[in-house]
């Protein structure tokens, strides 16, 4: 039983290193999407997005 603790703590290391490294990357993505001009977005991230296919 003395290998519990470790086996939870690099668990948990593992498991909010992963967490914090996606958010990270979500902000950082969120951030630099709002610098991209408006005439080269994609068909998701347009005004448009609710209406899929239509161009």
Known sequence: MTHVPYLIAGWGIS???VSLYAFSVMRRAKRLAALVPVD???WMT???ADIIGES
Do not use: V, Y
């Open 15 to 17: 498991i909010a290193a």
């Open 46 to 48: 347009g005004d448009d």
């Open 40 to 42: 080269r977005r994609r």
